[in-house]
C-alpha cells in the first residue's frame, strides 16, 4: 500500500497533471502550438479544454491543408518557369550558328519563319511537360490533403491502379500517338510550316499536337495523322533544301555546249537580287542523268534556304527555257523515241 501510494503521488506530480500548466488545460503532455496559445492569452482551463476539443484538430489540419496548397503552388510556379526556360533553350539549341547567320540575311529578311516553327515547337512542349508537372505535383498535394483528413488512402490507390491498368488496355493507340509526339516535338523532327511527306499524306503542317499532326496538301485537302501511325516522315523544309532540275534535250544538241548554256543559266539566277538571298551555293551541273529514247536528260542543282526548291525550280525552267529558245537548242521529250 505504501508503494501505491508513492506510484501516485509521484504520478499527479507529473508536469501534465500539474493545475495551472497548459499541459494540464490541455489534457496532454505535447500540448499543439495553437492550444498553448489559446492557454496563454486566456489562462482559462475551461476554455482551453473547450478548444482542444473542438477547434483545436480541425485548426490544426485546416493549417497544414493551407500550407500543403501553398508549397505546391509555390513547386508548381517555380516547374512552370524551369520547363519554359529549358523548352525555349532547347528549340533554340537545335540552330547551329551558321544557320541562324544565313537566316538573318534569308528572303523574309529576319528569321521570323524560323523563329515561329521554334516558339510553337517550345510552346507544345512546354505545355504538355507543364501539364504533367501540375499532375504529379497537385496530384500529390490532394492526396496529401487527403490523408490529413483522415481518409484512407490505400484503397483509393488501389482502385486507380486497376483503373490505369484498364485505361491502358483499351487506349494503347492513345498512348502510343502521345508518345510518338512528344519524341517528335524533342527531336524537332518537323514543325508548323514544314512541308512534310509521311508517306500517306504530303503537305504544309498547320499544327503539331502530342496526338496528332494536321497538314494540308497543294489541293487544299486537310490531312489528320495520328503522330503513333507515321512510321517514317521525310521534311523538306529543315536547314536546307535542293532543287534538282533534268533538262531533257535532244539526243543531237551539243552536250557541252546544253551545260554550258545551263550553267551560265543558274548563275545569273544566284546572282540576281530577288534570288540571291535564298541559294545557299553555287549552281552545278552534274551532267547527263539519262538517256530516254531521243532525249539526254540533263541535271542541274541548287542548294536553297528551306522550303524554298519549288519557287526557285519554277524560275529556273523559265529562264533556261528562254536560254534554249535564243541558243535554237530544242528541248526533248523522253521517251518518245523509245
Not at 130 to 156: D, H, K, Q, Y
Not at 245 to 251: G, K, R, S, Y
Not at 257 to 279: G, P, Y
Not at 297 to 308: D, E, H, N, S
Amino acid at each position: 500500500m505504501p508503494l501505491a501510494q508513492t506510484a501516485l503521488t509521484l504520478g499527479s506530480s507529473l508536469p501534465w497533471q500539474q493545475e495551472g500548466t497548459p499541459e494540464k488545460a490541455c489534457g496532454t503532455p505535447n500540448p499543439s502550438v495553437s492550444c498553448r496559445l489559446v492557454w496563454n492569452i486566456t489562462n482559462d482551463e475551461r476554455f482551453t479544454l473547450f478548444f482542444k476539443t473542438w477547434l483545436d484538430t480541425p485548426l490544426n489540419v485546416f493549417f497544414w491543408i493551407v500550407v500543403t496548397l501553398v508549397f505546391a503552388l509555390v513547386l508548381r510556379s517555380i516547374a512552370h518557369r524551369t520547363i519554359t526556360k529549358v523548352t525555349l533553350r532547347m528549340a533554340e539549341g537545335t540552330m547551329s550558328e551558321k544557320i541562324r547567320e544565313r537566316t538573318r540575311t534569308s528572303f523574309e529578311g529576319s528569321p521570323a519563319l524560323l523563329n515561329q516553327r521554334r516558339a510553337q515547337r517550345a510552346k507544345t512542349l512546354g505545355s504538355v511537360l507543364r501539364s504533367i508537372a501540375s499532375i504529379l505535383i497537385m496530384g500529390t498535394a490532394a492526396f496529401s490533403v487527403l490523408g490529413e483528413l483522415g481518409l484512407n488512402l490505400a484503397p483509393v490507390l488501389a482502385s486507380a491502379s486497376v483503373i490505369g491498368v484498364a485505361v491502358g488496355f483499351g487506349a494503347q493507340n492513345i498512348v502510343k500517338d502521345f508518345l510518338a509526339g512528344l519524341f517528335m516535338l524533342l527531336e524537332d523532327q518537323y514543325g508548323v510550316g514544314d512541308f512534310i511527306d509521311v508517306g500517306t499524306a504530303k503537305g504544309t503542317v498547320e499544327a503539331v499536337t502530342l496526338r496528332v499532326t494536321r497538314m494540308r496538301d497543294v489541293d487544299g485537302v486537310v490531312w489528320y495523322v495520328p503522330n503513333g501511325e507515321i512510321k517514317k516522315v521525310g521534311n523538306e523544309s529543315q536547314n536546307w533544301g535542293r532543287a534538282v532540275l533534268d533538262i531533257p534535250v535532244d539526243i543531237h544538241e551539243d552536250t557541252e555546249r546544253v551545260k554550258e548554256i545551263l550553267q551560265a543559266t543558274a548563275e545569273t539566277m544566284a546572282a540576281d537580287a530577288d534570288w540571291k538571298e535564298l541559294i545557299l551555293e553555287e549552281p552545278s551541273v552534274w551532267g547527263v542523268q539519262a538517256l530516254a529514247g531521243d532525249a539526254v536528260i540533263v541535271r542541274v542543282v541548287i542548294k536553297t534556304a528551306p522550303g524554298k526548291q519549288a519557287s526557285i525550280a519554277r524560275e529556273l525552267r523559265e529562264r533556261v527555257k528562254k536560254a534554249f529558245d535564243e541558243a535554237g537548242i530544242s528541248v526533248a521529250t523522253p521517251g518518245a523515241g523509245a
